[in-house]
């Protein structure tokens, strides 16, 4: 199946830095990437579509200037989280939609990064 | 809107014995449903997925699903459980047709004990 990978797989930031979690397509173009929130024991929250070369989608209550995302080509989105708060922990996880895919929703999922922020 | 529910938080099972994981999920369309898999700290993979066609999906690791229109159901299950199986399984939906976004349950943790 199709790979993507995220980088960081973990990362311990101290309150007020920025963090960049990368999320890359390895064998395929993704025009649409995702980025997920998981809390522990909660299921995945979208926080955002990415698209490559325009602004990102974000969904309903996510800080758009918090979670800045960028989505330079068609194998790389970062998201950045800014100015980190401890309630910015959490487990990030991004997909993307693979050519084949097409419309039926399927995604293929980045290893997650662990956030913790001090 | 759509909705996935996954009824059971947390289930334990016998290594060898049958598995069913049950969701149910509220569309207002056809669905397109998926079953993903979650080991701790790991990202998700997908198991099986279902667009249109038989009713019941094949997937990997030994898995099954069954699409139950009338039921509005997409139940996982697994003949004989290995300890390997242990994890976080999530059902997930989306509309058919057009961009969508996937909505996924709140995950079932599945505890394999010897």
């Known amino acids: 199946g199709a790979v993507v990978s995220q980088h960081p797989s973990w990362v311990i930031c101290k309150s007020g830095t920025s963090v960049k979690i990368e999320c890359r397509s390895l064998?395929?173009?993704?025009?649409?990437m995702f980025w997920y929130r998981q809390f522990p024991k909660q299921s995945l929250m979208l926080m955002a579509t990415?698209?490559?070369?325009?602004?990102?989608?974000?969904e309903q209550g996510v800080e758009k200037d918090k979670f800045l995302i960028n989505h330079a080509s068609l194998t790389l989105s970062t998201l950045t989280v800014t100015s980190a708060h401890p309630e910015d922990s959490s487990f990030y996880i991004c997909?993307?939609?693979?050519?084949?895919?097409?419309?039926?929703?399927?995604?293929?999922f980045g290893e997650g990064s662990r956030l913790t922020v001090l | 809107a759509q909705s996935v529910t996954q009824p059971d938080i947390h289930i334990t099972v016998s290594e060898g014995a049958s598995l069913e994981l049950r969701c149910n999920y509220s569309?207002?369309?056809?669905?397109?449903l998926f079953w993903y898999v979650q080991s701790p700290g790991q990202g998700l993979q997908l198991l099986l997925k279902?667009?249109?066609?038989?009713?019941l999906v094949q997937g990997i690791k030994g898995f099954e699903a069954e699409f139950k229109r009338s039921q509005s159901s997409f139940n996982l299950r697994k003949p004989s459980v290995h300890w390997s199986d242990a994890a976080e399984y999530f059902c997930?939906?989306?509309?058919?047709?057009?961009?969508?976004?996937?909505?996924f349950g709140i995950g079932t943790k599945l505890q394999v004990i010897p």
């Open positions: 997909s993307a939609r693979p050519p084949t895919g097409g419309n039926t929703g399927e995604l293929f």
């Open positions: 064998d395929f173009q993704a025009t649409t």
């Open positions: 990415s698209n490559e070369g325009s602004k990102a989608t974000y």
């Open positions: 569309s207002g369309a056809t669905p397109y």
């Open positions: 279902y667009f249109s066609g038989d009713t």
């Open positions: 997930a939906v989306a509309l058919s047709g057009g961009y969508q976004k996937v909505t």
